[in-house]
């Protein structure tokens, strides 16, 4: 291992590429800290607090790595750009012109993120108007308390505050862009990796203060064995053979190779549990607009005792039904079986046993819902265990909070092993062995 890390730096291209994406990763988490101007920073500290406690502020801060509760100029992270590619892939499926420029390779890829990122700037212009105004008087309903973090609301504060936030987003996005083109590894996830892995030491921290040394150690415990199995299920596969059939052009015979299809067991990733989360707190939402008394004030109840709760029973079933849903909508949108089985046909490929057209599709889309059960039932683990151990065995370690556990190692082991993918492959390229047997 230690002869594996000294050849990285031998290499002159790859150290640059490790340094630089450094670099940026420091960038961001410095402008994670700086707030934004024109708020009350004496305020801060209760936002935190409020934080703490759980709910949609929890789950929108452990995405930014901390910085909604700073208030700072990447208080909006990486998530507005998230929302707008996530967008165009389902809007790629409807809409002609997208799916025209899918299928034009990488020019119209370049239009495709061009578009993305004006969806993305509107969407950090709406998402910063709306946190200027729920922040205002009260938090509205991200908090539910006194915090008022804009003393002078006004509209040249509203719109600095909205000018800060939406060009913080814009520099991030800038920022992973370059970390992709001169970087190591994507630089989008990284810069989630860096939001999500930056609230670890926090949640080490509150578990601490619940149940002591103890429950740290059997934190990290569990913590270990549920990264061996993401890391067991993020690398699972099944591989669907495909034999081309062989052609003569001229003097010379093309084809008769064999390849496979990789279909992965977690083909979606954690996209399904940010939707599902997103969706459950519709409710918590909708619940501040209610009346203070009365049947609002029993309907706010039962949302904070039965959907809120990490360990509520109807939480639990909802939360694992709408990740699982969700898991089967969102592979339906990246694999397309009807279009894996043209574009075989198109270059004489077969599946082996099978004939090619609808037949193909047919055993493609069995095979995909097949393995995306299993991938589904997995991610849902991995999102409801650590909330409910927590929040039964450990009451006071605000189990709301900590519940982003399972969520945290499922996109830190996920990144990181695309990103060790891509420095194996610099290595191997370069006739040094790499760190992936």
């Known amino acids: 291992m230690l002869t594996n890390l000294k050849n990285i ?5 790859l150290r640059n590429k490790i340094l630089f994406t450094l670099a940026m990763i420091g960038l961001y988490r410095l402008g994670a800290h700086i707030p934004v101007p024109g708020i009350d920073t004496g305020a801060l500290a209760s936002l935190q607090q409020e934080a703490e406690r759980g709910g949609i502020l929890s789950f929108l801060s452990l995405f930014s790595g901390g910085a909604l509760t700073q208030f700072a100029v990447f208080a909006l992270g990486i ?3 998230i929302t707008s590619s996530i967008i165009m892939q389902i809007l790629g499926v409807v809409i002609p012109k997208l799916e025209e420029w899918q299928n034009q390779g990488a020019v119209g890829q370049r239009k495709i993120t061009q578009w993305t990122r004006y969806v993305t700037i509107g969407i950090a212009i709406l998402q910063s108007t709306g946190l200027a105004y729920l922040f205002n008087s009260g938090g509205g309903g991200l908090t539910g308390s006194s915090v008022n973090l804009i003393p002078n609301f006004d509209v040249p504060h509203v719109l600095l505050i909205v000018l800060t936030l939406t060009t913080g987003t814009a520099l991030l996005m800038w920022l992973g862009e370059l970390m992709t083109q001169r970087g190591i590894g994507n630089g989008m996830s990284l810069l989630i990796f860096a939001s999500v892995v930056s609230t670890l030491p926090g949640q080490l921290a509150q ?5 002591g040394w103890t ?6 415990a569990g913590f270990t064995m549920i990264l061996v199995a993401i890391v067991f299920v993020e690398q ?3 591989r669907i053979p495909v034999q081309f059939a ?4 001229g003097r010379r015979m093309y084809g008769g190779q064999s390849t496979y299809i990789p279909l992965k067991v977690n083909q979606s990733g954690v996209i399904p549990i940010i939707f599902a989360s997103s969706v459950l707190y519709l409710p918590q939402l909708l619940t501040f607009v209610l009346p203070s008394d009365g049947w609002g004030a029993s309907v706010q109840t039962f949302v904070d005792d039965n959907i809120v709760r990490p360990n509520a029973p109807l939480h639990l079933l909802v939360f694992g039904l709408l990740i699982i849903g969700f898991a089967y909508f969102y592979t339906a949108i990246t694999f397309d079986p009807v279009k894996q089985a043209d574009t075989l046909r198109k270059q004489g490929g077969f599946i082996p ?8 599709e047919r055993y493609l889309a069995k095979i995909l819902s097949r393995i995306t059960l299993p991938g589904a039932l997995f991610i849902a683990s991995v999102a409801l265990i650590p909330s409910f151990v927590l929040t039964t ?3 006071g370690s605000s189990g709301q909070n900590v519940s982003f556990s399972g969520i945290t190692i499922l996109i830190a082991v996920g990144v990181a092993l695309e990103t060790m993918k891509q420095v194996d492959s610099q290595l191997m390229m370069r006739n040094y062995e790499g760190f992936l047997k």
């Not at 730096?9 to 291209?13: A, E, L, R």
């Not at 578990?207 to 149940?211: C, R, S």
């Not at 046993?353 to 193909?360: A, E």
């Open 215 to 220: 429950a740290v150690t059997l934190f990290v």
């Open 9 to 13: 730096f031998k290499v002159h291209d």
């Open 207 to 211: 578990i601490k203060a619940a149940g």
């Open 393 to 395: 065995y450990l009451p």
């Open 246 to 249: 062989k052609r003569v052009v």
């Open 79 to 81: 998530m507005p750009y």
């Open 353 to 360: 046993g099978i004939r090619p057209g609808p037949q193909t």
């Open 236 to 238: 699972g596969q099944r």
